[in-house]
Nanobody
Framework: QVQLVESGGGLVQAGDSLTLSCAASGRTSNFYIMAWFRQAPGKEREFVAN????????DYADSVKGRFTISRDNARNMVWLQMNSLKPEDTAVYYCAADSGGSGWYQTPNEYSYWGQGTEVTVSS
């Protein structure tokens, strides 16, 4: 049984920083790629960032490039999302996702098999 549990969300002001954490348990050895997505009220779930492991390629959505950093510790089965210079438009529920991987960019929700329950981030102006 695979579980992904996010934490670290909260209410912050524009310009603040926040770090989200995702703890993975279960058969995590199958996780090739891990990612963060977000979903704002009334909008579709969108890609934020993904990583194929420490020192390996990471991809970011254009809207967060230069402000967010994804990192991963395979030994601890953890992935983080460091979010700097937060904007009101970053307000959303943030989800951790994982998959055993394959070909593709892995920037759409349907490419991921495992999901956390989400953690809410609210950025006030």
């Amino acid at each position: 049984q695979v579980q992904l549990v996010e934490s670290g969300g909260g209410l912050v002001q524009a310009g603040d920083s926040l770090t989200l954490s995702c703890a993975a348990s279960g058969r995590t050895s199958n996780f090739y790629i891990m990612a963060w997505f977000r979903q704002a009220p009334g909008k579709e779930r969108e890609f934020v960032a993904n990583t194929r492991g420490p020192g390996r390629r990471a991809d970011y959505a254009d809207s967060v490039k230069g402000r967010f950093t994804i990192s991963r510790d395979n030994a601890r089965n953890m992935v983080w999302l460091q979010m700097n210079s937060l904007k009101p438009e970053d307000t959303a529920v943030y989800y951790c996702a994982a998959d055993s991987g394959g070909s593709g960019w892995y920037q759409t929700p349907n490419e991921y098999s495992y999901w956390g329950q989400g953690t809410e981030v609210t950025v006030s102006s």
